[in-house]
């Protein structure tokens, strides 16, 4: 049973289109994250945030952006989708006893 | 700078064959050490949490151990639904709660 749920799970899209990740828990969770991982590659941390209105960059560069207006939400956009921007994107909620991912969403850009 | 590494990339065993995982790690203050399994196409499940070395945790075919430099993933009697990838992940003091993964290890069982 998934507490932290992503749409959509597969994205393939033209280059230069905008786009949204959605990403919703029911956990009540303060602290949200999104990561970037490519194949066979170790997760990166793009962005996070410590609660409603609070947002910052992660140690992976990147031209997404994100925004924290409810708790349960942590949409991240692309205004501008380039094929570089290919990737699975994985988001994830913790509280004081660890994490949880979700499906994550696999995009491809052409 | 903080960093973890994972060995092997790779691993492939017999049905039964038992062997270790192992994830070093370079940190600053260790907070909490992670291990996922994440299957292809998913995101990482959890499973366990080792704070302090010397710490073990088990669950079902799988134990986690920690020492102050390395964690190991000790794998007795698999079987062919183990075969996942094994992220390894450290959580460090001061950063605000965020995980440092290793590039994990890919175990493949076969019967």
């Known amino acids: 049973e998934a507490d932290i749920y992503q749409t959509p799970r597969y994205l393939v899209i033209g280059t230069g289109k905008k786009i949204t990740l959605e990403c919703s828990q029911t956990m009540g969770h303060d602290k949200m994250y999104w990561y970037q991982q490519d194949p066979g590659m170790e997760l990166h941390l793009i962005h996070y945030?410590?609660?409603?209105?609070?947002?910052e960059k992660g140690d992976l560069s990147s031209e997404s952006t994100v925004s924290r207006i409810r708790t349960e939400h942590f949409p991240l956009t692309l205004e501008s989708a380039r094929p570089s921007h290919t990737s699975q994107y994985l988001c994830?909620?913790?509280?004081?006893?660890?994490?949880?991912f979700g499906s994550g969403t696999r995009l491809t850009v052409v | 700078e903080d960093q973890v590494t994972q060995s092997p990339e790779a691993l492939r065993l017999q049905e039964g064959e038992s062997s270790s995982l192992n994830c070093s790690y370079t940190?600053?203050?260790?907070?909490?050490l992670f291990w996922y399994r994440q299957d292809p196409g998913k995101g990482p499940e959890f499973l366990f949490t080792l704070y302090s070395a010397g710490e073990e945790k088990e669950k079902e075919r799988l134990k986690a151990t920690l020492t102050k430099k390395e964690s190991f993933l000790h794998i007795t009697a698999p079987k062919p639904e183990d075969s996942a990838t094994y992220l390894c992940?450290?959580?460090?003091?001061?950063?605000?709660?965020?995980?440092?993964f290793g590039q994990g290890t890919e175990l493949s069982v076969k019967p």
């Open positions: 994830a909620s913790s509280d004081n006893y660890g994490y949880t």
């Open positions: 945030s410590y609660g409603v209105n609070s947002t």
């Open positions: 992940a450290v959580q460090v003091y001061n950063q605000g709660g965020k995980l440092i």
């Open positions: 940190v600053s203050g260790l907070r909490g």
